[in-house]
């Protein structure tokens, strides 16, 4: 007969709402991960370099990574090694089996598999806090989106001008300019920018095509984040 070598993990269960340190120091870890990686993704040279839309985006990923890897922390302290053995197959998983559109929807998709294990591990306190943590994180991630806006078939020599118009007007709406590119044999210029909170792609669009003189006017293209 072979010796049971198997071992229950603990069961904490909803009484650790009950456990006001616990509870703390599992906020205190989410919040240390969060400003760590803020002071790393928002360092101060980073902004000098972004000239892509998705460049613009890479400092929300930072975090939310940052924020996965204090959950994870969490897990494996509570419940071992062998939790960080299934994590690590989850995450295999998810690279080899999943087609997500950018790595921004990766970070949210494994946070979100880690609340469902959390959950499943019977930690409904943990698995609360994190959800309304990442709530939040998403929404003042997503408060101000990052566009990229491609202005082409400029009038011939003026580009120049249409690239003070389209800036100014972008400026009057609140948007906050990240990068501007302008190529004169084109005939073409690309903003990248961070839109208001309130503000959407219909309002934008049409508020460049009202304002912005008819004759430095181009053909807009759209991509948001």
């Known amino acids: 007969m072979f010796a049971d070598t198997t071992q229950m993990l603990p069961s904490i269960g909803w009484a650790g709402f009950l ?5 703390v120091e599992f906020i205190a870890a989410l919040a240390l991960a969060i400003a ?12 000098r370099t972004i000239d892509t839309r998705e460049e613009a ?6 975090i939310m990574y940052a924020l996965v890897g204090a959950v994870v922390g969490e897990i494996v302290l509570a419940y071992g090694m062998v939790v960080g053995f299934v994590i690590f197959g989850l995450g295999g998983l998810m690279r080899f089996r999943t087609d997500t ?6 970070g949210r998709l494994i946070i979100v598999t880690l609340l469902g294990l959390i959950a499943g591990l019977n930690m409904p306190h943990f698995a609360l806090i994190a959800a309304a943590v990442t709530w939040i994180l998403i929404y003042v991630f997503d408060g101000h989106p990052v566009c990229e806006l491609e202005v082409h078939e400029i009038p011939e020599g003026r580009v120049r001008d249409a690239s003070v118009a389209y ?4 400026e009057e709406l609140g948007c ?4 501007e590119d302008k190529s004169f044999s084109k005939h073409r210029i690309d903003y990248v920018f961070r839109a208001p909170r309130a503000s959407t792609q219909a309002s934008l669009h049409k508020a460049l095509c009202e304002r912005v003189p008819v004759d430095v006017r181009g053909e807009i293209d759209w991509e948001i984040e």
């Open 19 to 23: 456990d006001g340190p616990q509870i």
């Open 101 to 106: 559109a950018s790595t921004r929807d990766t």
């Open 167 to 170: 800036r100014a007007v972008l």
């Open 176 to 179: 906050k300019l990240i990068n």
């Open 57 to 62: 985006e890479m400092p929300k990923v930072y």
């Open 36 to 47: 760590l990686g803020a002071a790393i993704a928002f360092h101060p040279t980073t902004a």
